[in-house]
Nanobody
Framework: QVQLAESGGGLVQAGGSLRLSCAAS????????MGWYRQAPGKQREFVAH???????NYADSVKGRFTISRDNAKNTVSLQMNSLKPEDTAVYYC?????????WGQGTQVTVSS
């Protein structure tokens, strides 16, 4: 059974920073891709960033230059450093892991950016 656990959400003022982390647990689990989506109130879930097992990142245009994704394959963790946060970044952030055709999701962590 694979489980993803996020941490690091919270309340921050515009222009501030937060770091989200996600740990995947499960015997012999190795994710090909790990990343983040987010969902703001009244909106659809949207892609934020992902990173392959080889370390290649990909970002949504809305976060390029402000967010940085990284992962530790040995620990099965992925992190999202979020800088220069804006009120429009307010959302529940969901960690996900994709492995051989299956996608696993975390429970989500709230990020609130005040203006």
């Amino acid at each position: 059974q694979v489980q993803l656990a996020e941490s690091g959400g919270g309340l921050v003022q515009a222009g501030g920073s937060l770091r989200l982390s996600c740990a995947a647990s499960g015997s012999f689990f190795r994710a090909n891709v790990m990343g983040w989506y987010r969902q703001a109130p009244g909106k659809q879930r949207e892609f934020v960033a992902h990173i392959t097992s080889g370390g290649a990142p990909n970002y949504a245009d809305s976060v390029k230059g402000r967010f940085t994704i990284s992962r530790d394959n040995a620990k099965n963790t992925v992190s999202l450093q979020m800088n220069s946060l804006k009120p429009e970044d307010t959302a529940v952030y969901y960690c996900y892991a994709w492995s051989y055709g299956r996608t696993y999701w975390g429970q989500g962590t709230q990020v609130t950016v005040s203006s």
